[in-house]
C-alpha cells in the first residue's frame, strides 16, 4: 500500500463520517500511541493476578514493555520492564514469581521488588562512573501514575491529566457492578487468558461492542441453531433448557428488539448499552444465589445490585467490560492492522460454584479459540481493514440517527434507539480531542 500523507487531523472526522485513513495510516497509528495509549490511565490488570511479594505479569502499555509485581510491603507496583543496564527485559514470562528479587538474565544486575537496585556484579569496575547505587538511573523505571479502582489496577505512564476516578468517570459502574454481585463484594480473575490477533484497527472492536445492528445478522448461523436445540429440548424434556444456549440464541432477537435497547455515551469515548438479555432466571441456582446475596446485603440493597439494567460498558479507548458476566477484554494495538485483545474471565468471591460455571459457559462459547460467535466478529472486522485500504470510497458512514441524539448538560449522548450509530460518533469525538491534545 502506497503511504498516503496525513490531512489535517480534523478534517478527517466529521458529524457523520470519519475518513478512511483513520484506520490505515501508519503515522496516524503513532499518534494514537504517543497521544492517547502511552498517556491516558490504560488497564494492567487486577490485584489478584499478583496475590503473593514476588507474582508479577506482563503487558504493554502502547509499545513500552511493562510488569505489575506485588512487592515485599504488598503493594502493586507498574514498572518499565527493561534492566538500566542494557535493555535487557527482566521478566521474559506473561506471568510468575520473581522470587526475592529481580534479576538480570544478561549480567546479573538484581534489583528489589519495587524496582530499586540492589546489588551490581564487581561493583568496583563503575568506580569514578555515575553508575552506583544512589543513582536513580540505575533503578528500574516506574509508570508515572498507578493507582486502583476495586481491585482493578490502571497505570498511566505520563505525570500529567485527570486522576484515575475522573478519568473513568460514569463508566465506574462497571467494575460496581461486577464487585457487587459478588457475596463478599470482591472479584478474583480466573487466571486462564483467551489471546487474540486481530487482523484490523482497534477501533474496530470499540465501535463493534455496542453495535445492536451487528448481532442477529453477524451472529445469525449461531443463534438460529443454539434457538433449534433450545425448542429441542423443550419439546422432548418438557424442561427449560440450559441457559448456556439462551446466551447463543439471543442474538436472533429481531431488528426492532435490538432497536428498543438504549445507549449511554459519555465525556472521552466511554458508553454503556442497557436492555439486553436478561440474566434471572428462576432455578435453583439462581435462588440460592441470591439467597446468598440477601444474606451479605441485605435484600433492599441486594435487590438494587441484582436489578441493575446494564449488559456491557465500554472504557474507551481499549477495555470492554461485561460485569453482569464478569468477563473484560483488554486491547493492546500492535500495527494499524493489527491488535491484541486479552479476555479475562472473574470470579464472583462468595457466589455458589454453578453461578461461576454458568458464567464460564459464556466466557468460553464466545471467547474460546473454537469460538463460532468471535470468530464472526474477527471475519467482518479484518475485511472491514481490508475494504478500508482500498481506494474504493474515502469515508466511513455513521449516518444512522444522526441528528437524533439526546445532548446532556453533562456532555454525555442518550440515544434511545440501540442500532444509533451514536456510539461511534461520540468515540470519534474523543478520538479528535485526544490527538488534539484537548483531553
Known sequence: ?????????????????????????????????????????????????????????????????????????????????????????????????????????????????????????????????????????????????????????????????????????????????????????????????????????????MENQLDALHPSVTHQSTGVAAAWVEREIKQKTGEAPPLYYHYLSAFTMSFDKWDSVQTLNYPRGHGILKGYMGLRPDDPDTNAYVAKMYEAYGKEKAEKFLSRDIHHVLVYPYLSVQSPLQQIRVLRPIAPNKTLSEIWHFRLKGAPEAIYRRSLWYYNLVNSPATMINADDLENWTKGQWGLESSGMDWVSFHRDHGRDQENADGSIYSNSGTSEAVMRSQFKAWTEYLAGDK
Open 1 to 205: 500500500m502506497l503511504h498516503e500523507p496525513i490531512p489535517n487531523l480534523k478534517k478527517l472526522v466529521e458529524p457523520d463520517r470519519v475518513h478512511r485513513l483513520a484506520y490505515t495510516d501508519p503515522e496516524i497509528f503513532e499518534l494514537e500511541i504517543k497521544n492517547i495509549f502511552e498517556k491516558i490511565w490504560v488497564y494492567c490488570g487486577h490485584e489478584s493476578q499478583v496475590k503473593k511479594p514476588g507474582d508479577y505479569q506482563t503487558l504493554t502499555i502502547g509499545r513500552q514493555p511493562m510488569v505489575m509485581i506485588r512487592g515485599k510491603d504488598m503493594k502493586v507496583r507498574v514498572l518499565y520492564n527493561r534492566c538500566p543496564h542494557r535493555g535487557v527485559e527482566l521478566c521474559g514470562a506473561l506471568k510468575g514469581n520473581a522470587g526475592e528479587a529481580l534479576t538480570c538474565s544478561y549480567h546479573s544486575w538484581r534489583f528489589h521488588l519495587d524496582g530499586k537496585i540492589e546489588s551490581i556484579p564487581l561493583m568496583k569496575g563503575y568506580d569514578g562512573t555515575r553508575m552506583n547505587v544512589d543513582n536513580p538511573d540505575c533503578s528500574m523505571r516506574a509508570a508515572a501514575r498507578v493507582d486502583s479502582y476495586r481491585g482493578f489496577v490502571f497505570a498511566s505512564l505520563s505525570p500529567d491529566g485527570p486522576p484515575l476516578p475522573e478519568f473513568l468517570g460514569e463508566a465506574k459502574i462497571a467494575f460496581d457492578d461486577m464487585c457487587d454481585r459478588a457475596p463478599e463484594g470482591e472479584v478474583e480473575v480466573v487466571p486462564y487468558c483467551h489471546r487474540v490477533i486481530q487482523h484490523s484497527n482497534w477501533k474496530f472492536f
